[in-house]
């Protein structure tokens, strides 16, 4: 890159206000329209949604002011409970997402033939849409259609309807959500392993250090980045949670499988209850905030140190 | 770039650890293929076939007319007229989209580099809010307001959301690529006279082309993908080829088709698999690059 080739431009300009200050105008001129529209966007809206939570409101009547009446039908609601520990079962299964894309990195972070092929294979999950994942899953665990009844048949199982079972409906769909999971944290794993420093690792290993011992106190700790980042998207993924379910389940048999997401989006735009999807919405805002603070802390200290 | 489990001896082609080896990726590759295995073949078989069960029999009867009816005449609701009004529904959100988020991202991630002020931690933390934070927290306002302005369930409205949504990702991305260039090349453009966008148009994004490919395949394949945005901004007449996918199978007019529905779910897939393959490594980059969309 030179930057000879740039025309000189002319300088017996005018010493003009534009010409002292222009270096410190332009970047703010620059950032203004996209700071103005990301608040109107994204910074009132949140603010209007827990406004909204205190009334009572169909769309069509006035909106009525109601206090925290939405909230406490909210905690009396047993399909709000329910999303709630489902919520928490994401979590914790999202939890598998950088212990498997872990290993699968360290398995794909070798030399042989077919390698990329092998590694563009795991990738695939999380290329496609959440749609289509879950359109899959659908397939795979329908339980008239099914090839895991199928494939049941061929050793004489009689036929699950797993994806139909009160019980069984959310971790089905979670287990649809972890497929393309595990890949993304496996990319991530992956990029982390190529980024490493390869000669602490043979010097380590000079020393004798082989296996667990490797993995846990050489190669680990240099891999700390990529697991705060596999970690912070699982749990977001497991927050998000919305796609799958409501293409998988429609939160359903019963609210069986619903989360909190998908109960926000249910009451709004389906039941037209905007007051108290509203609450929904602030209640995962306030879950969301207490994680944000924690990951905006721990990366603040580490940029500390 | 050393591999961690191999030593730097030579070893013999042919050893116990690295059959398991293969043992072990070609049973997971499998594990992951069988099924886009059973949709492809699903959805070359007519329907007789599936009626008749066993998923994994290759077709006695191959046929491309699942494909065909999944294109031009499966039910999306009320009109039949095929998944492709979603798939060029997509096309026409997808390039204004990845067009003005890049744009956008790419003048303020660079403003951002060269801008130091005190309190960028504050700009940065509010940035991740809007990367982290569910949609569903703030949609319903949203949707208000865009009505307000007359861009709700139009395609200038959930492009304009899909900008303002690509906007953290994009901005991050391309301020730490700044932030990487070399200061002086900045000076030196000073000090020939360059004012602050002629040095983003002649110097900066000259050399920006790695990032621009970056970011263009991670806001190609993220708003192909994009389910919820689109059902809730874009309106019926936009939906984009995710939402329709979705209409196709869940209208159940008679019997359901799973030959067509595999067709189709195969041909919504196929853009950013397209993408994947075409792209290599930027790939990769990308998505470690855009990790904190979530």
Known sequence: MSITSLKPLNLTFPDTWWRRNQMWVTPLLLLLPAAVVFTIFVIIPIFQSITLSFYDWDGINPKKWVGFSNYTELFGDEVFWKAIFNNIWWLFAFMLGPVFGLALALFLNQNVRGIRLAKSLFFFPFVISQVV?????????????????????????????????????????????????????????????????????????????????????????QLRPATFIAVVVSVVGALRSFDLVSIMTLGGPYNSSTVLAYMMYEQTFLNFRYGYGAAIATVL???????????????????AR | MSSLTTSPK??????????GLYAFLISAALFFLLPLFVMLLTSVKPMEEIRNGNLLAFPNVFTLQPWVKAWTQACTGLKCEGIQVGFWNSWFILIPSVILSIAAGALNGYALSFWKIRGAEILFAILMLGAFVPYQVYIFPLVQITSKLGLFNTLPGIVVVHTIFGLPVMTLLFRNFYVSVPRD???????????????????????????????????TTGIWNDFILGLVFAGRENWPMTVQLNNVINSTQGEREYNVQMAATILTALVPMLVYFLSGRYFVRGIAAGAVKG
């Open chain 1, 133 to 221: 994942v879950g359109l899959v899953f659908g397939w795979f665990f329908n339980s008239q259609f099914g090839l895991l009844n199928e494939l049941l048949s061929h050793f004489g199982v009689e036929p699950l309807a797993l994806i139909e079972g009160e019980n069984t409906a959310t971790f089905v769909v979670i287990l649809a959500g972890l497929w393309p999971q595990v890949s993304y944290c496996m990319i991530l794993y992956l990029t982390g392993l190529t980024a490493m420093n390869g000669e602490v690792i043979e010097a380590a290993r000079m020393d004798g250090a082989k296996g667990w011992n490797l993995l846990w106190h050489i190669i680990l700790p």
């Open chain 1, 285 to 303: 805002f306030i879950i969301m905030d207490v994680y944000i603070a924690f990951f905006l802390y721990s990366m603040l200290k580490r940029e």
């Open chain 2, 10 to 19: 030579r070893r013999s082609d042919l050893t116990i650890g690295r059959i």
């Open chain 2, 185 to 219: 090349l900045f000076s030196a453009a000073r000090v020939d006279g360059c004012g602050f966008l002629r040095i983003f148009w002649s110097v900066m994004l000259p050399m920006s082309t790695p990032i621009i490919v970056v970011a263009a395949i991670l806001q």
